[in-house]
């Protein structure tokens, strides 16, 4: 079965740009990504968490931060109910130093907080949870403060150190491209779109995003792809062709030939040998 694909028009809704809940999970809950954000922090309970293929442990005052492009599962340890704080926010609520701040070396955030942070944490949720029950003067503003001091925080505890990429990205609007392909690469995105969205011309961002990257756009966009195909094939059962597609690759045969050239195996061996 293909895992579940949550959309943000259904559970953010065009009039907001979050929502939050505050929900206790006895049961696994299947594989599934989605098209927004994900902050989730774990008041009581315990279990696991595979998340891109790789295995976390959930415990409380576990904090993780998902993007668009990450796909993960949750399986309560036998016996436990996993208590949950979770935010879910469109991609138009984070503005271009906080994408630096939290994803400049492409990576989804899961932290373990100390006993100090997580309690400090629990009381922002626990604050934008009092408010998105009430109506009051300010309540979006109030509840977006909040969760923008948590992503703050996470940043800061996880100590991101932007990659090499957008180390030498001198040119912002180039870094925000990488930012945005590096959380919409499963689109049918082109360079030219890409450089549209950079303000600058096809040609121009090329030759600046070579130069910055040392790879071709489509290179680059391709090496994303089939990183992500990579970890399907770890962490699911879906067929070779349905990843092929999910990855954003628009054609089986090209999918083989560009994974076999990077791993020197094809999808499915790669899938036996792990």
Known sequence: MEPQRLSESELIGAKSSFQVFRTSLKDPYPLHWHEFYELTFIISG?????????????EPGALFLLTPVDFHQLDPDPGQTIEIFNIIFSG??????????????????????????SALVLMEYEQIWSEHQNQGLGRERLIRSGLERILLE????????????????SHPAVQNALLHL??????????????????????????????????QFQKYLQTL????????????????????????FGNLAHFERAFHEKYSVSPSFYRQKI
């Open 46 to 58: 315990g279990g696991r968490q595979t998340i891109n293929g790789e295995k976390h442990t959930l």
């Open 92 to 117: 138009d609520f984070l503005d271009d130093e906080m994408r630096q701040w939290l994803f400049g070396d492409q990576c989804y955030r899961n932290l373990q907080l100390s006993e100090k942070d």
């Open 154 to 169: 996470l940043a800061r505890l996880s100590e991101v150190k932007p990659s090499l990429a957008l180390l030498d990205a």
């Open 182 to 215: 590096q959380h919409e690469f499963r689109t049918p995105i082109t360079l030219k779109h890409v450089a549209s969205e950079a303000g600058l011309t096809p040609t121009y961002f090329s030759e600046i995003f070579h130069k910055m990257t040392g790879m």
């Open 225 to 248: 792809r089939l990183h992500f195909a990579a970890s399907l094939l770890h962490a699911s059962d879906l067929p070779v062709t349905e990843i092929c597609f999910a990855s954003g």
